[in-house]
T-cell receptor
Framework: SQQGEEDPQALSIQEGENATMNCSYK?????LQWYRQNSGRGLVHLIL?????REKHSGRLRVTLDTSKKSSSLLITASRAADTASYFC??????????FGAGTRLFVKA | NAGVTQTPKFQVLKTGQSMTLQCAQD?????MSWYRQDPGMGLRLIHY???????DQGEVPNGYNVSRSTTEDFPLRLLSAAPSQTSVYFC????????????FGSGTQLSVL
């Protein structure tokens, strides 16, 4: 069964706008990760946030984590056409399994 | 470094045929895993390995076998392919620490007719 569920399923924005994607999960986690997948390619790791962290930044990416609500958000600022991709959250429980959500498809119009 | 290499990139099988999807990594990662990706369902973990000689089941292991004889290689075997196994398969690896970031291969698109 899937642990993380992303919202929205699809998002279409104009270049220059910010894109926000949300992830909810069901059980206790050790960390939460976000990955990006371009069409027809493998997933690429973007950022990892641990359960004792509330916010993390990497370039134009900002991730928040609220363990009390079992949710996370990924914000991409000043989106570019090249950001068009699917974005997945993935949770780890401190064990050996990393479980992925169904993903958000982001389309950035030039 | 090549990273994680998967072969073949595309494969068409008939129901009942067997085949092996190959995965190799050159990063000396202890942990390797196989996922399948189906439309609207994200990635589901099939099997994983925490080191040579050690494998375990993921979320959807039925119909698949794995072995890990070396650190570098982690093949996935379909013993008797079924149409329900039509999917895109990804191999991923990471260092041994639990739940650190995964490095993915480019995938194998498998169709079972």
């Amino acid at each position: 069964s899937q642990q993380g569920e992303e919202d929205p399923q699809a998002l279409s924005i104009q270049e220059g706008e910010n894109a926000t994607m949300n992830c909810s999960y069901k059980t206790s986690i050790n960390n939460l990760q976000w990955y990006r997948q371009n069409s027809g390619r493998g997933l690429v790791h973007l950022i990892l946030i641990r359960s004792n962290e509330r916010e993390k930044h990497s370039g134009r990416l900002r991730v928040t984590l609220d363990t009390s609500k079992k949710s996370s958000s990924l914000l991409i600022t000043a989106s570019r056409a090249a950001d068009t991709a699917s974005y997945f959250c993935a949770t780890g429980d401190g064990g050996f399994k990393t479980i992925f959500g169904a993903g958000t498809r982001l389309f950035v119009k030039a | 470094n090549a990273g994680v290499t998967q072969t073949p990139k595309f494969q068409v099988l008939k129901t009942g045929q067997s085949m092996t999807l190959q995965c190799a990594q050159d990063m000396n990662h202890e942990y390797m895993s196989w996922y399948r990706q189906d439309p609207g369902m994200g990635l589901r973990l099939i099997h994983y390995s925490v080191g040579a000689g050690i494998t375990d089941q993921g979320e959807v292991p039925n119909g698949y076998n794995v072995s890990r004889s070396t650190t570098e290689d982690f093949p996935l075997r379909l013993l008797s392919a079924a149409p329900s196994q039509t999917s895109v398969y990804f191999c991923a690896s990471r260092v041994g620490s639990p739940n650190e970031k995964l490095f993915f291969g480019s995938g194998t698109q498998l169709s079972v007719l």
